[in-house]
C-alpha cells in the first residue's frame, strides 16, 4: 500500500522498469507510490545500473534491524534530542542522501556530508562519523578526502587535539563562488571554438551564445552570493513569514 514499506515484489518491478529504461515517474505511478519513494530506493541502493531486487531486500532488512538495535551505552543518538522523532529523522536523512546523489555525489560522501549538515554542532570526528553511519575507518576517511578537495567540508583541531570534520555557512558562500570561477572557464573555452571554427559559422554563432549565457549566469551568481552572504550568518526570525523577503535586495553599485 502507498506509504507502507516496499515488498520484495515491488523491488523486483522495479528492476524490471529500470531494465525496461522506465523513468522513475513511470514505475511509481505502475505501482501506485510517489515517484520520490521508488527514486530513493534506487539511489541508495546502486542507483540505475547496479540495481538488484534482491540485494536491496536484504539491505533494507539489515538496515530495520540494526534500527531496533539499542543505542551503545554513554552514545546519546542524536535523532532523540530535542524531542525529535527519531523515524522522521531517519526519513529525512535518507532522502537528503538521495537528493546529494542525484546531484552526483558518491553515496557514501552523501551519507557523511549528510550526517554532519543534520548533526547540531555542525562537526564530527572520523570516529563519530563511523558509528553513527556504522562504517569503516577506510571508508570515512576515503569519504572525507573526497569531501575536503571539493571543499564541502573543512578540518580543524578541538581542545583534545582531535581532527573534526566541519561542515559551516561559509562553505556554502565558497561553493557558489567556484561554481562562478567554473561557469567562467566554461565560456572562455566555448570562446576559443568561436575562432578556431570560424567566426560567423553556425557551430560558432552557438559557441558564442553559450558563452554569453554563461558569462551571465556566473556574473549573476557572484552578484547574489555577495549579497545574500550575510543571510547565511542571520538568526533566524521566528516572526517572519516564510517565502521571498519583502525588502528589496541591496544594490551593490549603491
Known amino acids: 500500500m502507498p506509504g507502507g514499506r516496499l515488498t520484495q515484489q515491488e523491488r523486483q518491478q522495479i528492476a524490471l522498469g529500470l531494465a525496461d529504461g522506465l523513468a522513475y515517474a513511470e514505475i511509481a505511478r505502475r505501482l501506485d507510490r510517489p515517484t520520490s ?77 549528510t550526517c554532519l549538515y543534520t548533526t547540531d554542532a555542525g562537526s564530527l570526528t572520523a570516529s563519530e562519523l563511523g558509528r553513527r553511519l556504522q562504517v569503516s575507518p577506510a571508508s570515512v576517511s576515503k569519504a572525507i578526502t573526497f569531501l575536503e578537495s571539493r571543499d564541502l567540508i573543512r578540518r580543524e583541531r578541538d581542545e583534545r587535539r582531535r581532527e573534526r570534520y566541519v561542515v559551516d555557512n561559509e562553505l556554502w558562500y565558497q561553493a557558489m563562488i567556484a561554481s562562478a570561477k567554473a561557469n567562467a572557464q566554461l565560456a572562455e573555452t566555448a570562446r576559443q571554438g568561436v575562432g578556431i571554427l570560424g567566426p560567423d559559422t553556425p557551430a560558432a554563432v552557438r559557441l558564442e551564445n553559450i558563452a554569453r549565457f554563461v558569462d551571465f549566469v556566473g556574473e549573476s551568481i557572484i552578484r547574489a552570493a555577495e549579497q545574500a552572504r550575510e543571510v547565511l550568518y542571520a538568526a533566524p526570525d521566528p516572526s517572519a513569514a516564510p517565502g521571498p523577503a519583502s525588502d528589496p535586495a541591496p544594490d551593490p553599485s549603491a
Open 37 to 113: 519513494t521508488v527514486t530513493r530506493e534506487v539511489m541508495r541502493n546502486g542507483g540505475p545500473t547496479d540495481y538488484r531486487a534482491d540485494l536491496a531486500h536484504r539491505a533494507t532488512e539489515r538496515r530495520a534491524h540494526r534500527r531496533r538495535q539499542p543505542a551503545p551505552r554513554g552514545e546519546r543518538a542524536p535523532s532523540r534530542e530535542y524531542g525529535r522523532d527519531a523515524e522522521a529523522v531517519r526519513e529525512y536523512e535518507e532522502a537528503f542522501t538521495t537528493l546529494l546523489m542525484q546531484s552526483g555525489l558518491p553515496k557514501m560522501m552523501a551519507r557523511v556530508l
